[in-house]
């Protein structure tokens, strides 16, 4: 339930909670000067790059850039969401947490509480009747390779064949009624009899669990004749499509290991991964990628690998996807399967050792994939050809956010086509990318607007290491440097996040933390990574006393020559216009303050 925890209370428990603690309760932490370290719990490695800071409270990993503060170890250890990360601090600490319920809440929340555990109770009943004797199920599961613990593990069922209201009369003897069932999407009502039927029957169930591994609906697969092939829960008040993944609950704590998830299309390729080893595959449930899949992701891994039979429906569906993955950061990668072939097959043919060796040859990154299947469609030799492919691939070139991999992408497709880059760059730019222009071609503009020269947004963001966490530097900084403050986009957020803080905010990081906005992960990067340094108060002292000066004269000089540039060459004042004389008026002053600088 989202319910709204207040302020004071996120504070509070916040200033109970030591992070070193509650970190060292998972994994062992080592001391190393004013930190603690570790080897990071959220992604493998030999030598620690996990710090632990006791001074600002957070938490950061320089290999795999996870952390945050004590909450959000917590939400990204144990697959929580905020509010829940909160509560289970609070009752660490004994901080209890107000509930503010609307009656429509309630009623809302104590209907959710009902309908799962009507899908518990049917996930059981099916679980059961595959257990029970000789059936269909079995034999399939059997034919299949499946052992009965990963059968366990997935809680796979067996909807039985002849019996039309079996779980319905089940779950009716319960107290459960035929409405709600309805409700759940588990049955049906016949219009000649007014009689509830199962819509699940003669199918191999899958129990689809969100992430902490609470049943929220089923798949079913025909095991006879009959139609359709699976058949799967509707959206209901505890499902939605669009953000769950099967087989995540099974899969998480792998995914988090080898930083790397494995998506794959259908049920059965997710259990006959898990059945051969792979523990890390999970399945989209036959949409394309949302956002909210992304967040989810996002809690295990940057890194995705995909893995569908390349023909399929389900894999047009999920490329259509990717560009939302990408743009939440994930590293997407593309595994190309033998034609013909789903993981299933592949997996029950070369088994685990085949599918490693699958993986490391045949896994192309998506710009590289996008290429291939280019180059296969079109004819790379002749002009329109070229021009073709260049088309096909200028809007994944221009979702790629990494500079350098752009570049070097762009080089790679001119060689392939045998053209100059400067070609290519060209031909993206009549695409309507503009952001394409190689480095070279950008103008250097006099506005305003422009960021800082290099040598001065250096100082600027050692500068802001200083500013974020000491709140003197910060209004000093504020007042001398007015709106020189902050250049980069991430500096003028980090700027109005802090000066909306309040007053009683005394520049402890870890609580600024929590003011950041879920889907700002940029910003959130961006501040833990100015949090990485210790600073003593003294040495801040100094800097500020000698890291202001520096871009304070940087903003003077580049302010300076901008109104050069606006001001004609010659010419009597007298001659110039009032917006020039207000230029040069400004141009004098700012050789009086450059002056007081030096002095
Ligand atoms: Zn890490």
């Not at 992604?43 to 790059?49: A, K, Q, R, V």
Request: glycine share 8%; charged share 25%.
């Amino acid at each position: 339930m989202a319910a709204f925890i207040p302020q004071e209370t996120i504070d509070e428990i916040m200033a109970r909670t030591d992070i070193v603690e509650l970190i060292g309760g998972y994994i062992p932490l080592v001391r190393r000067g004013k930190n603690h370290v570790a080897l990071c719990p959220f992604h493998s490695e030999d030598t620690p790059s996990f710090s632990v800071s006791p001074d600002k409270q957070i938490f950061y990993c320089f290999g795999c850039q996870k952390g945050g503060n004590a909450a959000h170890f917590v939400m990204e250890i144990e697959g929580l969401t905020f509010p829940e990360a909160l509560r289970k601090l609070a009752s660490r600490v004994g901080v209890s947490v107000p509930e503010y319920v609307s009656p429509a809440h309630k009623a809302a929340s104590a209907e959710r509480q009902t309908m799962l555990r009507l899908h518990e109770l049917a996930a059981d009943f099916f679980q059961a009747c595959l257990g029970a004797g000789d059936n269909q199920a079995g034999a399939y599961l059997r034919k299949r390779g499946i052992s009965a613990q990963v059968a366990r593990d997935f809680k796979l069922g067996y909807a039985p064949e002849e019996d039309w209201q079996a779980l319905y009369a089940h779950l009716s003897s319960q107290g459960y009624t035929g409405t709600l069932l309805e409700k759940a999407g588990l049955a049906g009502k016949s219009s000649k009899n007014d009689r509830y039927y199962d819509k699940f029957h003669g199918r191999l169930i899958f129990p689809i669990a969100d992430y902490r591994g609470q049943v929220v609906a089923f798949g079913g697969r025909v095991l006879g004749e009959g139609q359709p092939k699976y058949l799967n829960s509707t959206q209901t008040m505890i499902y939605n499509k669009s953000a769950n993944l099967y087989g995540l609950p099974q899969a998480g704590a792998a995914i988090r290991q080898a930083n790397l998830a494995v998506i794959m299309e259908g049920y059965i390729d997710v259990i006959s991964a898990h059945q051969h080893g792979v523990n890390n595959a999970v399945a989209s449930l036959g949409t394309a990628f949302t956002a909210e899949h992304g967040r989810l992701l996002r809690r295990y891994t940057e890194r995705v690998l995909l893995a569908y039979d390349g023909d399929s429906a389900g894999a047009k569906a999920a490329q259509r996807g990717l560009d939302i993955l990408r743009s939440q950061d994930i590293e997407v990668r593309i595994l190309v399967l033998p034609k013909g072939q789903d993981p299933d097959d592949f997996l029950r043919e070369q088994g685990h050792a085949g599918w490693d060796k699958l993986v490391s040859k045949y896994s192309y990154d998506i710009l590289d994939y996008l290429l291939e299947e280019a180059l296969a469609k079109h004819d790379g030799e002749s002009a329109s050809g070229k021009g073709a492919i260049v088309r096909e691939l200028t809007p994944a070139i221009a979702k790629t956010k990494s500079l350098v991999e752009r570049e070097s992408f762009i080089a790679k497709l001119a060689r392939r086509l045998a053209v100059s880059p400067a070609t290519i760059y060209a031909d993206l730019k009549k695409g309507g990318f503009a952001r394409a222009a190689p480095p070279a071609d950008v103008a250097v503009s006099n506005s305003l607007q422009q960021p800082l020269a290099a040598k001065a947004s250096e100082t600027l963001q050692q500068l802001w290491r200083f500013a974020v966490a000491d709140k003197d530097f910060f209004f000093r900084a504020r007042m001398e440097l007015g709106e020189y403050f902050a250049s980069t986009s991430e500096q003028k957020e980090l700027l109005a996040l802090l000066e909306g803080m309040g007053d009683d905010y005394n520049f402890q990081p870890a609580l600024l933390l929590n003011h950041i906005p879920a889907e700002n992960e940029g910003l959130r990067q961006y501040l833990l990574k100015l949090l990485q340094i210790n600073v003593s108060e003294a040495e801040s002292q100094k800097w500020s006393r000698e890291l202001i000066p520096i871009v304070r004269a940087e903003a003077l000089q580049r302010r300076n020559n901008e109104i050069q540039n606006a001001l004609p060459l010659s010419g009597e004042p007298d001659s110039f216009s009032p917006e020039q004389r207000r230029l040069l008026q400004e141009k004098q002053a700012l050789a009086e303050q450059k002056h007081a600088l030096k002095g």
